[in-house]
């Protein structure tokens, strides 16, 4: 598995959990300041089957000559936050009109090249801890309507008795902090299918 914005780690260290020694989860991110709070996590967790690389989304994700491909990759993607106001609330003052279309435009590109080193058949999860339109549903659309390869996954088919309240009609998850009580968060899942 690739996770591509992996910093500090949350998620990292949560599927390496589930892949135990069946798997081998790769965690990258930009930033070198972001990067040793994910590598200080999973010392301090203990946790073996990480290999963190340093890398930049916006860019080609091509990892050498051998063209390698991953089962599934994630794209936790940097966002508003807004989902995160009920343990933030300053969060209000710092967002500015513009981000949910320019943190959109960041995220599809982010998404692309992820796309590019999935294998076909394998998984690309994109997720934001928000809950503006420009980023979750824009961009799934935006990417679905350049990626004839990939094809949106019905979230309620395998997650439907754990998570029925947030997994809406279209499939994808969202939950909104004041139906949940908990943060907001968004969550699509896409798979690579033969290019048609
Ligand atoms: C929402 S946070 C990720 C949180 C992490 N997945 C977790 O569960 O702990 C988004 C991350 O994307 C990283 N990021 C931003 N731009 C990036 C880029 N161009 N390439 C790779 N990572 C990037 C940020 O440094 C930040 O750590």
Known sequence: ML???????????????LVGDRGHVVAGDVHPHRLRLLRANLRRLGVHNVSV????????LELGADKKRFDRVLVDAPCTALGALVKNPELRWRVQRNDPERLAALQLVILQHAAEVVRV?????????????????????????????????????????????????????LSLSHESGSEGFFAARLVRRESP
């Open 53 to 60: 690389v340093q890398l930049d989304a916006t860019r080609s």
């Open 121 to 173: 058949g394998g998984s690309l999860s994109y997720s934001v801890c928000t809950w503006t339109r420009p980023e979750t549903y824009g961009v799934v659309e935006k990417f679905l309507s350049v990626r004839r390869d990939y094809r949106l996954d019905d979230l309620r088919t395998a997650y439907a008795s754990r998570y029925d309240k947030f997994l809406k009609e279209d499939g994808m998850f």
């Open 3 to 17: 996770d591509v914005c992996a910093a500090p780690g949350g998620k990292a260290t949560h599927l390496a959990a």
